[in-house]
T-cell receptor, first 113, second 117 residues
C-alpha cells in the first residue's frame, strides 16, 4: 500500500522568505505525484503534477517541485512567498495506472506580512 | 466551463437521520471520487466510481455508508443513521481518463460540511 508523509504540519514564514515543504512517499513502483493547495474556506486546487520526464516540475503561482526518485521525495518550493500563499498544502501520490490517490496529512502555511 | 459541483454546501442533521450529499462532475468526466476530511487528519479516500459502477470502495465504512453514480444525474453519497462522528467535510472529485499507466488528475468540488447534532 502506498503512503505519503508530510513532515511539517505548520509552517510560519515572513513575506519574501523561501519555502520548501517536504513530501515523502512509500511505493516501489511507478508513481504519479501531485501537490494541491486549499485556501481558507475553499476547495482543493491542483498546483502541479509529475507523471514522467523532467523531475523538476513547474506549477501555477510560482511553485515548483522536484521528484527525487532515490529519496522517494517530491518537495514543494517557492523562492519568495506572499501573504496570499497562506493556505494548506497537500501532497498526493497515485501509482501509475491505478486511480486511487493517497493524500498526505497536509501542511498549513501561514505567511506573515 | 463549470467545475465540480457539490450540494448542499452545509448540511445539518440530527443523530439517526439520513444525509445525502450530491456531486456533479465536470463536463466530460466519467470518474468520481469521494473523500472525507477531518481536522488534523487530511483527506481520506472513501470510494471511486464510474458511471453505474463502484470501482473501489475500500475506504468506505462497512455500515451506513453507500455511494452511487447513476447513468443520469449526480453521484450520491448516502449516510444512514448519522452519528456525531460523521461530522466532517466531504469532498468529491472527478477526472477524465488520462490513459493507460497514468493516475488521472482529480479536480475537486467545494465540499459539503456535514454537522451532526
Amino acid at each position: 500500500a502506498q503512503s505519503v508523509s508530510q513532515h511539517n504540519h505548520h509552517v510560519i514564514l515572513s513575506e519574501a522568505a523561501s519555502l520548501e515543504l517536504g513530501c515523502n512517499y512509500s511505493y516501489g513502483g511507478t508513481v504519479n505525484l501531485f501537490w494541491y493547495v486549499q485556501y481558507p474556506g475553499q476547495h482543493l486546487q491542483l498546483l502541479l503534477k509529475y507523471f514522467s520526464g523532467d523531475p523538476l516540475v513547474k506549477g501555477i503561482k510560482g511553485f515548483e517541485a522536484e521528484f527525487i526518485k532515490s529519496k522517494f521525495s517530491f518537495n514543494l518550493r517557492k523562492p519568495s512567498v506572499q501573504w496570499s500563499d497562506t493556505a494548506e498544502y497537500f501532497c498526493a501520490v497515485g501509482s501509475g495506472g491505478y486511480q486511487k490517490v493517497t493524500f498526505g496529512i497536509g501542511t498549513k502555511l501561514q505567511v506573515i506580512p | 466551463n463549470a467545475g465540480v459541483m457539490q450540494n448542499p454546501r452545509h448540511l445539518v442533521r440530527r443523530r439517526g437521520q439520513e444525509a445525502r450529499l450530491r456531486c456533479s462532475p465536470m463536463k466530460g468526466h466519467s470518474h468520481v471520487y469521494w473523500y472525507r476530511q477531518l481536522p488534523e487528519e487530511g483527506l481520506k479516500f472513501m470510494v471511486y466510481l464510474q458511471k453505474e459502477n463502484i470501482i473501489d470502495e475500500s475506504g468506505m465504512p462497512k455500515e451506513r455508508f453507500s455511494a452511487e453514480f447513476p447513468k443520469e444525474g449526480p453521484s450520491i453519497l448516502r449516510i444512514q443513521q448519522v452519528v456525531r462522528g460523521d461530522s466532517a467535510a466531504y469532498f468529491c472529485a472527478s477526472s477524465i481518463r488520462q490513459g493507460v499507466g497514468r493516475t488521472d488528475t482529480q479536480y475537486f468540488g467545494p465540499g459539503t460540511r456535514l454537522t451532526v447534532l
